[in-house]
């Protein structure tokens, strides 16, 4: 599905390949039942990193074979260990590892390096090996932007005292098909927040479909759009949904709350008693949350010069006066998120790369990102996690009405050649909802192909 972008739509049928038109990749997406690897991967280090071998046994313990030279077949996904890369020799290696590999990398193909943080790497091992530390960010944005046919390449950042377990729901998402839209990003992950959480086996079913069986998510603005698609993912994955939107969307919530079997709160969470509202709700209908996406969220696009307050407060009152007050009643005592928390933000690409017309909502959703990383200490203080997702162009209502020139170019300019679906930014939040995701706090994780806006 590609909403209303002819070019993919056309761009795979004889006539356009006949007429030589630009071909825009069809993504493989996660379908309930499908494996989480399609085929072998790749599974090799240069320095003397310790992420091979359970990487290797992931791998192996999800049904494919984990080869340590290109296969003749092609190969699903290829992993690069370099968190014990000191050395230029070291990158040198790295680089005779990944060039036969990428040339045997198939559709929808999953490269993911693992690095070590650079800050580290210069008080262990010095200035050498912070820069080729460093030196993979540039690597894999520029892989990413290579790969074609809808493969894509993310690099995985691991402290020292990151213990490899913490890499797994990392693992299970970027070699997946759930990362379908999630291209040249660096994730970094720590000591794991919360509850620590053996990874759920492999032969029990929770681990592919149901990953969040028994917690209970808060979706705001769920009643269309990425909101309606983040909690029909997160009820497929097994959450219990509690949807949150605006009296006047009434009926999209309602429709929301009955397609999850979960429930509907009407709730403007700009109102003054919002937060003890919602918090009242969660504690007396279900015990307590789990996951809050804060997504709700809303444009009012003005040139600066026309900008009026109006528009200017509205925006930052939804996108982020709310979201911080729904937080700090979330922090305080006697509040009812459980231990292993997670909270998800929305931001946007445009509030990393600025967008003219978007003053406000470009500060409301920069602000998210100063807001996440601003809490990330607090809600690791009482076992939670807070992180971000930037969407870029995804095809929702919104995007089909911008000018076809702006939608054209939100389109094409990204590593994927097209726009992303609500799904993508839904399973975006899934992965870093899950009670395994406790390595993961204070980041922000973008939904846009590798866009070139803001890269
Ligand atoms: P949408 O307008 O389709 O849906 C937003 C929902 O939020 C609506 O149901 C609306 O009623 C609800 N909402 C608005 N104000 C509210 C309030 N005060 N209280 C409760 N609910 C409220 O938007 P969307 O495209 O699905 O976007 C969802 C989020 O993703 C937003 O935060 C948006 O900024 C962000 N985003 C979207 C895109 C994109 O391409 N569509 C890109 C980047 C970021």
């Known amino acids: 599905m590609t909403g209303n972008d002819l070019l993919a739509t056309l761009s795979n049928t004889p006539i356009a390949r006949q007429l030589g038109v630009p071909t825009v990749p069809a993504l493989r997406r996660h379908r309930p039942g499908d494996p989480l690897l399609a085929g072998p991967v790749l599974v090799a280090s240069a320095g003397t990193g310790r992420f091979a071998t359970p990487v290797a046994a992931f791998v192996e313990e999800h049904g494919q074979p984990a080869v340590s030279e290109p296969a003749e077949e092609t190969l699903h996904g290829v992993v690069v260990d370099l968190s014990g890369a000191t050395t230029l020799a070291d990158l040198a290696a790295a680089q005779q590892i990944l060039t036969p590999a990428v040339r045997r990398l198939g559709p929808s193909g999953r490269l993911l390096l693992i690095g070590a943080e650079p800050a580290e790497a210069v008080a262990s091992a010095g200035a050498e090996a912070a820069a080729v530390a460093q030196g993979l960010d540039g690597l894999v944005r520029s892989i990413g932007k290579e790969l074609r046919a809808g493969a894509t390449a993310n690099l995985l950042v691991a402290a020292e005292a990151t213990p490899p377990a913490a890499l797994d729901s990392s693992l299970r998402f970027f070699l997946s098909a759930r990362s379908a839209y999630v291209d040249g990003q660096v994730v970094h992950v720590g000591t794991p927040v919360g509850t620590p959480q053996e990874p759920a086996e492999v032969d029990d079913p929770r681990a592919e479909e149901r990953p969040l069986a028994g917690r209970t998510a808060v979706v705001t603005g769920a009643a269309r759009g990425i909101g309606a698609a983040v909690a029909d993912t997160l009820a497929r994955d097994g959450a219990t949904i509690v949807a949150v939107d605006v009296p006047a969307a009434g009926e999209g919530l309602a429709?929301?709350?009955?397609?999850?079997?979960?429930?509907?709160?009407?709730?403007?969470?700009?109102?003054?008693?919002?937060?003890?509202?919602?918090?009242?709700?969660?504690?007396?209908?279900?015990?307590?949350?789990?996951?809050?996406?804060?997504?709700?969220?809303?444009?009012?696009?003005?040139?600066?010069?026309?900008?009026?307050?109006?528009?200017?407060?509205?925006?930052?009152?939804?996108?982020?006066?709310?979201?911080?007050?729904?937080?700090?009643?979330?922090?305080?005592?006697?509040?009812?998120?459980?231990?292993?928390?997670?909270?998800?933000?929305?931001?946007?690409?445009?509030?990393?790369?600025?967008?003219?017309?978007?003053?406000?909502?470009?500060?409301?959703?920069?602000?998210?990102?100063?807001?996440?990383?601003?809490?990330?200490?607090?809600?690791?203080?009482?076992?939670?996690?807070?992180?971000?997702?930037?969407?870029?162009?995804?095809?929702?209502?919104?995007?089909?009405?911008?000018?076809?020139?702006?939608r054209e170019a939100g389109r094409r300019v990204n590593s994927l050649r097209q726009g992303g679906?609500?799904?993508?930014?839904?399973?975006?939040?899934?992965?870093?909802?899950?009670?395994?995701?406790?390595?993961?706090?204070?980041?922000?994780v973008r939904v846009c192909g590798q866009s070139m806006l803001g890269a």
């Open 255 to 406: 429709a929301t709350a009955n397609r999850t079997g979960g429930t509907a709160l009407q709730l403007d969470i700009t109102a003054d008693d919002a937060p003890e509202r919602l918090l009242r709700h969660l504690a007396e209908r279900h015990g307590g949350v789990d996951l809050v996406v804060h997504n709700a969220g809303i444009t009012r696009d003005k040139l600066l010069a026309n900008m009026t307050e109006d528009r200017w407060n509205a925006v930052l009152a939804v996108n982020l006066g709310a979201q911080l007050r729904i937080n700090e009643a979330l922090l305080a005592a006697g509040s009812p998120l459980h231990d292993a928390g997670r909270i998800v933000c929305v931001s946007s690409q445009s509030g990393i790369a600025g967008n003219r017309g978007q003053t406000n909502y470009a500060a409301s959703k920069a602000g998210v990102i100063g807001m996440v990383r601003a809490l990330a200490p607090r809600f690791a203080g009482r076992g939670a996690t807070i992180n971000a997702v930037a969407p870029g162009f995804i095809e929702t209502e919104m995007t089909q009405t911008m000018p076809l020139g702006t």
């Open 421 to 444: 679906l609500p799904v993508d930014v839904a399973e975006t939040i899934g992965w870093l909802g899950r009670a395994e995701s406790g390595g993961l706090n204070g980041q922000v």
